[in-house]
């Protein structure tokens, strides 16, 4: 599998970037571990900075990883 798909390298970004993007959320779609791969990401956000994960691009995931930063604060 090209791993670029799920890691684009540096300098590919906007509508390429998009579309290797839409090719692995594809593929994570039919994959039996997203729930998991998508936990570990949000989860992990010191070994989780980029890439899809769990069918989620990098910016998802910092959005969740923002938002149970700011839940972990109120507690
Ligand atoms: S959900 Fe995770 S393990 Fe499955 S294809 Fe996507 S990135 Fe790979």
Redesign the pocket.
Known sequence: MDTDL?FPPAGISGERKYELERI?VN??NS?T??DE??EFAVGNPQLVAAG????KTDDEIQKMQRRRKRRGRRK
């Not at 899809?52 to 069918?55: A, K, L, N, R, S």
Request: charged share 0%; aromatic share 16%.
């Open positions: 799920f692995a593929i994570c994959c571990v997203i791969c998508l899809v994960w769990g069918g």
